[in-house]
């Protein structure tokens, strides 16, 4: 068992170290004054979220960008509630962004790429950008965007989000869960094998939506709207796909308040996992969860005394240090360095993520009032 250990902690280990290289070699993007050029289809899907819309659509009343410049698209997905009814008073009162209101057609597994779809054909501008209902925008998000793509000459924009959290320690430990997949994002942009993206902040050209077929052939998962098209776009034209680090780019979104809730969400988000293109990106999961499966049984065999302390405290100590410098560095450009001390999160969370990742496998997942099978 200690040699197992050691194996799986020495490739757990030079991936993550990648990934800490990889995020310096993203830079900040620095701002010009150049005038706004780009005009933007904002796409927002939305299922049962009477009570976020508000602030997501406050957000983009809020905008710092000449309205002619974009359109609002909202795609709602049969909701039960009274989210068509807000979205309906936000735009009695916000007459002069263009904004258009569309039922869903299913079509295939996934409610979201459905909704996508059903919205791309009829926007009016060159860019999708993708964000979700109980999300928050930043009043430069387009303004910011804009400029890179001028000096970029992007056709594929990866941005990053972030919890806004009350002080409490579940909402902290899915912080830090968040901030260790954003900080994967960057680095592995900086280590040029990128293949992870989140639909709440994702720009694409309509174009380049078209050239890579859209959603073809990526229907069957239920989620992946984002992290498939982005590796089917890695596979065609790595070189038109760039990361925005940026602070006026970041997208802020709530954590759940519901442990079954956050279960499901990260059984949807691992269950992707399986259909990768990207074999970086599958060798890393699987380092991932060999690394915290590994934990977990060595303090099982530790228990009964089939495993000697001292190793399993080396190795927990040994993982803890390169995940915490790769949260340091996600969390000094998401949260400007706020105090983190994921200890107590990272004896919680090799169990929490061994069983997200062994059942994803396997379990099927609801969402939305939807459950879907693997």
């Known amino acids: 068992m200690i040699v197992v250990l050691s194996i799986i902690l020495i490739i757990y280990v030079v991936l993550i170290a990648q990934l800490i290289l990889g995020f310096g070699k993203v830079k900040t993007f620095e701002k010009t004054n150049s005038s706004p050029k780009t005009s933007f289809s904002i796409i927002v899907p939305f299922r049962n979220e009477e009570k976020n819309l508000r602030k997501l659509l406050r957000s983009i009343s809020d905008l710092n960008y000449p309205k002619e410049l974009f359109e609002l698209i909202m795609v709602d997905d049969f909701s039960k509630d009274q989210s068509e009814r807000v979205y309906i008073n936000w735009r009695m009162e916000n007459g002069k962004i263009e904004t258009t209101l569309l039922e869903n057609l299913r079509l295939s597994n996934s409610p979201k790429k ?14 999708v950008i993708t964000t979700d209902a109980d999300c928050v925008v930043n009043e430069n998000w387009l303004l910011t965007l804009d400029q890179f793509i001028q000096q970029t000459k992007a056709e594929m924009v990866v941005g990053a989000v972030v919890y806004k959290t009350k002080n409490n320690w579940f909402h902290h430990f899915q912080q830090l869960d968040l901030l260790s997949l954003q900080g994967t994002t960057i680095g592995s942009f900086g280590i040029g094998k990128p293949f992870m993206c989140n639909g709440a902040n994702f720009a694409y050209t309509k174009k380049f939506f078209h050239e890579l077929g859209g959603f073809g052939g990526i229907n069957q998962q239920a989620s992946g709207d984002d992290v498939m098209l982005l ?24 954590p759940e308040n519901d442990l079954f809730k956050l279960f499901m969400q990260r059984v949807r988000w691992a269950s992707k996992a399986t259909s990768y293109s ?17 934990l977990v049984i060595g303090c099982g065999l530790m228990i009964v005394d089939r495993l000697n302390w001292n190793c399993f405290l080396g190795v927990f100590l040994v993982k803890y240090l390169v995940d915490y410098t790769l ?38 997942f609801t969402w939305k009032g939807r459950t879907f099978s693997k």
Do not use: C
Request: hydrophobic share 45%; proline share 4%; aromatic share 10%.
């Open 114 to 127: 459905d909704a996508l779809s059903r919205a791309i054909p009829i926007i009016k501008k060159d860019w």
């Open 231 to 254: 590796q089917k776009a890695v596979l065609k034209k790595p070189e038109a796909i760039h990361y925005l680090k940026h602070d006026d780019s970041i997208v802020k979104t709530k």
């Open 278 to 294: 990207s074999s970086y990106a599958k060798i890393l999961a699987v380092g991932v969860l060999l690394m915290n499966l590994s």
């Open 327 to 364: 949260l340091s560095q996600a969390n000094g450009y998401l949260r400007k360095g706020k105090f983190l001390l994921p200890l107590a999160s990272s004896i919680v969370y090799p169990v929490f993520s061994s069983v997200v990742g062994v059942y994803s496998l396997f379990g099927s």
